[in-house]
């Protein structure tokens, strides 16, 4: 077989009946996205207007948010253009491109929520050091490096799963990702192995910070009575969106490293998109549910709203 270390064009997985459910596949997924851009956006106006929502945690949720806009623009815009055209291709350099976003996305998504974790940590266990830590510049200086290290890796990766000799020219998923393109070669997969082991020994210590900030955020909720509200009001949607974030990565990378042809081809498209899909929902609806003070302004008319207001009328 011929190899070319740059093909033109690279097949994408075509979903099943395509030919009969198009329609209703473009119509669900062009809703899921409105749906994600509505409410990420919703959330940026109303922290950027409000003055009183200018704190360390609602300029960190504000980046998760855009985060959130800028993995899902990654995906839906150009699957929604295959299930419009019904040809289910996309050229090397548009992939690459993709797994760029989609990756630099996930991986900034870990370095945002260890941020958050961070934050939660400082107000409940250190109230007193709070503002004095956690001022406007090392705020902003914490958003950047939650930016720029991530997309160093990512940019790494993706260089070193393009920049090979491919004999196959079919990625079985719905869109691009670093390790399906790197099964296209021929080649020995050794270095790309090793640099992922690298990321995942890099994170380890983000991981850490997120574990040992609960575990001291559960001991000072057992010695107080208001630290266990702050735990329920602003620290369980971070823990609820961790959770969920944890769950959907392991989800694909099941798949990418290990999914087999013989696993149900609905199954299969389920564990590729459940990372791309549901965080991007769930993630904001847990803020909005969770946090009074982002529901009251970005969603008044939301019904869990009116009754807190209804109730505070009362008392």
């Known amino acids: 077989m011929e190899n070319s270390s740059y093909p033109v064009m690279l097949t994408l997985m075509v979903p099943s009946e395509s030919k009969s459910y198009r329609h209703i596949y473009f119509t669900c ?24 929502l200018h704190e360390p945690m609602f300029m960190f949720l504000c980046n998760l948010c855009v985060n959130v806009i800028y993995g899902a623009s990654g995906f839906y815009p150009i699957f929604l253009f295959n299930l419009l055209l019904d040809s289910y291709v996309i050229s090397f350099h548009m992939c690459a ?31 007193l050091d709070y503002h004095s830590k956690l001022t406007k510049n090392r705020c902003l200086k ?44 021929c080649a020995s997969n050794f270095v790309n192995t090793l640099f992922g082991y690298v990321i995942m020994v890099t994170f380890v210590p983000l991981l850490v910070v997120i574990i040992v900030s609960y575990i001291k955020l559960i001991a000072a909720c057992k010695a107080s009575l208001e630290n266990k509200k702050k735990f329920w009001q602003t620290c369980l949607p971070h823990l ?74 009362k008392l």
């Open 29 to 52: 997924f062009l809703f899921l996205y409105l749906l994600i851009l509505s409410i990420n956006v919703r959330l940026i106006s109303v922290i950027i207007m409000e003055k009183s």
């Open 97 to 127: 491109l993709q797994t760029f976003v989609i990756y630099s996305s996930l991986v900034t998504e870990v370095t945002i929520l260890t941020v958050m974790s961070y934050d939660r940590y400082v107000a409940i266990c250190r109230p």
């Open 142 to 185: 914490l958003i950047m490096l939650s930016w720029i290290i991530p997309n160093c890796y990512t940019v790494t990766a993706v260089l070193l799963s393009n920049l090979r000799t491919f004999c196959k020219y079919h990625i079985d998923k719905l869109y691009c990702d670093n390790w399906s393109v790197v099964k296209l070669s």
């Open 240 to 313: 609820m969106s961790l959770i969920n974030f944890i769950f959907a990565s392991l989800f694909d990378v099941m798949y990418s490293r290990y999914g087999a042809n013989d696993i149900p081809e609905s199954l299969r498209n389920f564990l590729a998109l459940e990372l791309l899909i549901v965080p991007a929902i769930v993630n904001p609806l847990i803020y909005v549910l969770n946090i009074k003070a982002v529901r009251k302004r970005a969603f008044p008319s939301c019904p869990i709203s009116k009754v807190n207001v209804h109730i505070s009328k």
